[in-house]
């Protein structure tokens, strides 16, 4: 069964909204151009930026109290967050957010340190789009390595 093409180009968006490693490898499974597949993973990951970060207020306000528990303030988890946070910003979350963080959880450290949004989807497309070609490129080109 052979998808619709526009069903294809959900599906890495979609696939990207979660975890956006899975952008290129869903491009290359349903034949998509590298340039589509790199674009799409782009506009998934961003996707999911906006979606949390507009509805950031929603979540921390009704969402986020029921599955938290009393926690201590200043653990050495959160001293690092910080400290982390304070030396590299925006940029470091942005550069890290497609290849160890997912976009949701790079959307939700960004907004929680109150940075502005414009700062944010900036930031975040930057390295979407990046991070996009890089990581679709690899996946095309290592593929026939393993012959796919």
């Not at 986020?64 to 926690?71: A, G, L, T, W």
Request: hydrophobic share 55%; proline share 5%; net charge positive.
């Amino acid at each position: 069964m052979d998808l619709n093409p526009s069903l294809k180009y959900l599906t890495v968006i979609v696939s990207s909204m979660v975890k956006f490693i899975f952008g290129p490898f869903e491009g290359l499974a349903l034949g998509l151009p590298m340039t589509d597949t790199a674009l799409s993973t782009a506009f998934g990951m961003m996707l999911s930026i906006v979606l949390v970060t507009f509805f950031y207020h929603f979540l921390k306000v009704r969402v986020f109290p029921r599955f938290s528990k009393k926690r201590k303030l200043f653990t050495p988890a959160n001293r690092r967050k910080v400290s982390i946070w304070n030396r590299y910003g925006i940029l470091g979350v942005s550069f890290l957010t497609p290849v160890i963080l997912s976009p949701i959880g790079g959307a939700l450290i960004a907004n929680a340190f109150g940075e502005k949004k414009f700062k944010i989807f900036l930031w975040m497309t930057v390295m979407a789009l990046g991070w996009g070609f890089v990581m679709t490129y690899a996946v095309y080109e290592l593929s026939h390595l393993f012959g796919f």
